[in-house]
Every structure is written in C-alpha cells, then in structure tokens.
C-alpha cells in the first residue's frame, strides 16, 4: 500500500470525524445538562446551512465566508433561545415522551419552513475561490476545504473546551448537570443556564451546518439523515460524555473514509455495523456511565 | 433573623409537616434533632425553597422568601449545606468552591478561597484539582460546608453533617461549626447525633412526624429521659 494514499485516506477521516464532532456536541451537551434528546438537532443543523446559503448569496465575498458561517451559528442560537423559552422550557419535569413529542414535531416545523422558504429543488453553495482545488500532501492532492473543516472544527472543539472548563457558566452548567437541587441552591439560576446551554448547543448545530454542508448541496429533509449520524455517534461514544462523543465521530469518520475507499460497497452501512459491534460489547457506550 | 410560622409541606399527597415554627436570632446556633423520617430534611428544603409549603410562612431579615427560588433564598444570605455529601463529583475541588461563589461587593465579601482554605486546611492539602469524586467522606463533608460559605452566607442550614463519619472526624467537625459560628453566622443544625448537637449548640428543637414537640434547651432535653429515649437514639 502506498503511504501517501493512506495518509490522504486518514486525512479526510480525521476531517469528516471532526465535523461530525461538531454536529453531534450540541446534541450531547444539552442532553447532559438539560437531560432533554433534541430530536431536531438534525434540523437545526440543516437550517444553518441554509442561512449560510442565503447570506453567501445576499453577502457574497470571498472573505466574508467565514463570518458568514459563524453568523449562521448566531442566528440559530437565537432561534435556540427562543425555542427553549417558549417549547423546552415546559416539558423539563414532564414525561420522556413529551420530550420525543416536541422535538418531533420541532423536525416538521423546521422542515416544512425550510420547504416554504427556501423551496424544495437542492441547493448548493458558491465556496470562495480560494477554497476551491486541493493541496498537495506526500505528493497526493487533498481538497482544501476539507483541510478547513478539520482545522475549523478543531479549532470549534477547543473554544468548546474552554468554555466548559474555564468559564464560571461552563462550570455552573457542568454543576448543573450533575445536581439541578444542590445548584440551585448554592445561588446559581438554573432556567438561565439550561436556556444558554440550549442556545449553545443549537447554535453548535448551525455552525456546523454552516461548515460542513457547503461542501454538498442542501435539501429541505436532509436534517434527518444528518440527525441519524449524530446519534448514532453519541450512542457510540456514551451518552453525557463529550470525550466519548469526540472519540466516536473520529472512529466513524476514519472507518467510513477508508470504506469509501477500500468497501464502496458496504460504505453506507458502516456506521451502524460500528455502533451494533461497540454496543454489543458496551452498552453504555464507549465512556458512558454504566447506569 | 428566620422566623418559620406554621409550615406545611407535602411529598405529592403524603402530609410531612404538619404544621412546624422555629425561630432563630442573629448569632445563634440551633439544633433540630429527630429521629429517621421525622421530617428535618424537609424543614430544611421547606426553608430554602426546594420543598414549597402549601401553607405558612417563612421570613429571613424579616423579608417573607416563602414562594422564592432557591435560587434567590441563597442570594439573600441563606446557605444550604445538604445531607449525603452532595458534592459534585465531576468537579475538582477548587471548581466545587468556584461554582457557588456570590460575590456580594468587597465590604460585604467575608469568605474567599484563603479564607476557607485557612478554614479546612485538609482541603487545601488535597488540592485543587483533586476530583469531587476521589475524596474520603470526611473530606466530602468539609468540601460541602466550605463551597456553601463560598456564598458568603450569614445563616447556614446544616443537614446531619455528622452522619457516618468517623468520630475523630465528627469532632473536627464539631470545632469546625463551633469556628463559623465564631465568625457571626447564624446555623440551624439538623441532626440525630446529640453528641454533635450538644457540642456545637445550645438551644434545640424537636421534631417527631412532621411536629414540634419539644423547644428549649439542649440541657434541659437532655435531662428530659423520657424525651430523648422516644425520639433520639443516643
Ligand atoms: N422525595 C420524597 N418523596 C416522598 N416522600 C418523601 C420524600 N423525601 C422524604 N419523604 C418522606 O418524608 C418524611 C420525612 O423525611 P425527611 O427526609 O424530612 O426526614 P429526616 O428527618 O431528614 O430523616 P433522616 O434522618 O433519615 O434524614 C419521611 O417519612 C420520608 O419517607
Ligand atoms: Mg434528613
């Protein structure tokens, strides 16, 4: 086997890993502190990618695209606070299945919006001219963007990083995930931490997006497929744990682009052949705790 | 300074506190003893505003915070040092202390990471990074009483600090409540070990199924044979 190719093969793996890091943290984060499965993260994550669409097309510029990736994110945050304030927020001491519920038919509001926006035809974007091509490597050429979004979403995974471990609000929602009671207790608004935790989480959903769909072009039901991915990688990695959740999104994306690569036949079903043998072997997920 | 008049709280539809008063001035230290099941956590939740109660009154600096968040109980000067040892295992030590820290303007500001590492020097010995979860039962019942003072409270509702400690522990406990309690701020104790009561307090209430039944002091209880063998085991 020639090395060069291996390396491009790992390359590319380590940048759909990152990415699908990216995409299913927001998931992960708001299930551990709010307990709450976001059945539209999916969703959330597409409708970035369409603001990122819309305002490449309304702003433009080669230089703006990154500000318009990050803004996208924004945006959905926003739309995440008010989601919380007037969905999520009502069902925290409810049943699991209102939580299924309510998400679920966040997914049909979302997708049938997204339709009467944005239209069904798929919709691809203009990458900036100095994304296009490759890069040489070893002597193989390997597609500039995705050298971005691996280097754009571990850049993404450290300010996650930070924010949880060097921010009194990151440590307050870590508090709070732990014991809601004791927290509230000790002084700290729990409602305005889950309602930051949820925006965060959201508009994690819509950077990504932003990020990793530019590549491909955007239909209206695409969120949930991309939702599928996300958890089949934090069922992986163990529910509650962001390491887990890193370690899994980089086991699949290395898996899946050498099958792309060596198996093209079997490719498709790989992440679900991963996730049935890891979980026939722990349950709980690779760091999950054992319940 | 906490007046508590007439409280009733209910778990869903079982009847806890039927009907429970308390009074606590500035400075004081007081003791609410009970056997299992008597319903002295409840108080505690009841006071804090984790339990709600259906009916009665609770005022703090003559302010009624009957119906407020816990939230803002504790904002107000009202610290809450749970039973069990519920720290949060997931956090270091000095994270623990961080996330309960209310800073209240520097002239009212009383109790910073010196001030309490000086305080419980076996927590600064462990250090800071030492995980929530990786600590003996004592070190965890200190660590729960110091991240409350974090809060800079001026009364602190202790629950059972003493239970299933060792008693070389128990009685470093003791000095330590007798330390806070030095340095101006009011407690009310709950507890089963009157030995830990008796050392650290001297007025005391108790409890029996949700009641008062006995308010006085700990002298006075204690000579009451009947009363303690009903309802404190020794
Ligand atoms: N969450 C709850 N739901 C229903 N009943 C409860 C709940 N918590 C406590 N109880 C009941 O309320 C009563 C009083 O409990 P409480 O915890 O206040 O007692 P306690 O005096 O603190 O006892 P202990 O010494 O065991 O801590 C008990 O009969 C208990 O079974
Ligand atoms: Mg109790």
Redesign the pocket.
Known sequence: MDPGILLIDLLNGLSRGMLYFLMASGLNLVFSVLGIINFAHGSLIMLGAYFTWTLLQVIGGDWSFIVIIILSGGIVGVIGILIEIFFVRRIYESEHLYQLLLTFALIMIIDGLVLEIWGGQPRSMLLPRYFLGAVSIAGRPFPKYSLFILFGSIAIAILVWLFLYRTKFGKASRAAAADVEITSALGINVPYVYCGMFAIGVALAGFSGGLGLAMSSITPGMGAHIAVTCFAVIVIGGLGSLTGTLIAALILGIFEAFGDHYFPQVAMALPFIIMALILLARPQGLLGRNE | MLEIKDIHSY??S?Y??QGVSLKIKRSEVVSLV????????????SIMGI?RPAQGSVKFKGAEICGLKPYQIARLGLGYVP??RRIYPNLTLKENLEVAQIKLGSSKTKWNFEKVYQFFPQLKALGEGRLGSNMSGGEQQMLTIARTLMGNPEFILL??PS?GLAPLVVSALADAVNEIKVEGVSILL?E?NMKFATKTTTKSYV?DG?KISFEGTIEDLMKNEELVKEHITL
């Not at chain 2, 009970?34 to 939740?45: E, S, V």
């Open positions: 778990y869903g079982s806890i506190l009970g056997r299992n099941g008597a319903g002295k956590t409840t108080t505690l939740k339990v039973e069990d629950d059972e239970e709950s089963q409890i949700g």
